[in-house]
T-cell receptor, first 113, second 114 residues
Framework: NAGVTQTPKFRILKIGQSMTLQCTQD?????MYWYRQDPGMGLKLIYY???????DKGEVPNGYNVSRSTTEDFPLRLELAAPSQTSVYFC????????????FGPGTRLLVL | RKEVEQDPGPFNVPEGATVAFNCTYS??????FFWYRQDCRKEPKLLMS???SGNEDGRFTAQLNRASQYISLLIRDSKLSDSATYLC???????????????FGTGTSLTVIP
């Protein structure tokens, strides 16, 4: 199993540009999450999904959108990039929503200039 | 108020030392608790879950006090390879038909010195 994979690993965007961060898991997990981690800070939940076709907002959803058309994929869309979205983005998945281990992807480092 | 609070450190300890990290959480609906380890510029990885009765995994001991809403992690006989940031994570029961949410502390930085 590859686990959770994310692409790209690093990206520089100009203000106002759009991009999609890709996340795929091959563990057949129902639950998937997107987090952002700013320097010296903990992870903050952006969006999550409890299964294909179902998504919900986390703590910091503004400026982002997600979709979950399949169990495996959970892309995160930035429509109008802003400097405040400079961060490291982690995707994670779990088999169950409660006590299950979260498996994280390697992260995408995004710089918005 | 933050859902999860940790002392950010840094903790700089010599090899072989015992070090303890503390974490408090604010939501009494919290139902699952974890310690994750994050190496520099890497993704978090599960170190151990925390159970009400306390649990041990080798040199690592985790404890939970639900009454005080407090979680701890004890590392004995510290190794150089223990140098990392340790994240306290709490899972809070969500609304019906929605998923539970995980809340992360800001992490406690540990450096083990030769």
């Amino acid at each position: 199993n590859a686990g959770v994979t994310q692409t790209p690993k690093f990206r520089i965007l100009k203000i106002g540009q759009s991009m999609t961060l890709q996340c795929t898991q091959d563990m057949n997990h129902n639950y998937m999450y997107w987090y952002r981690q700013d320097p010296g800070m903990g992870l903050k939940l952006i969006y999550y999904s409890v299964g294909a076709g179902i998504t919900d907002k986390g703590e910091v959803p503004n400026g982002y959108n997600v979709s979950r058309s399949t169990t495996e994929d959970f892309p995160l869309r930035l429509e109008l990039a802003a400097p405040s979205q400079t961060s490291v983005y982690f995707c994670a998945s779990t088999h169950t929503g409660g006590g299950g281990t979260q498996y994280f992807g390697p992260g995408t480092r995004l710089l918005v200039l | 108020r933050k859902e999860v609070e940790q002392d950010p450190g840094p903790f700089n300890v010599p090899e072989g030392a015992t070090v303890a990290f503390n974490c408090t959480y604010s939501n009494s609906a919290s139902q699952s608790f974890f310690w994750y380890r994050q190496d520099c510029r890497k993704e978090p990885k599960l170190l151990m879950s925390v159970y009400s009765s306390g649990n041990e995994d080798g040199r690592f001991t985790a404890q939970l006090n639900r009454a005080s809403q407090y979680i701890s992690l004890l590392i004995r006989d510290s190794k150089l390879s223990d140098s990392a940031t340790y994240l306290c994570v709490v899972n809070i029961r969500g609304l019906p038909n929605t998923g539970n949410q995980f809340y992360f502390g800001t992490g406690t930085s540990l450096t083990v010195i030769p």
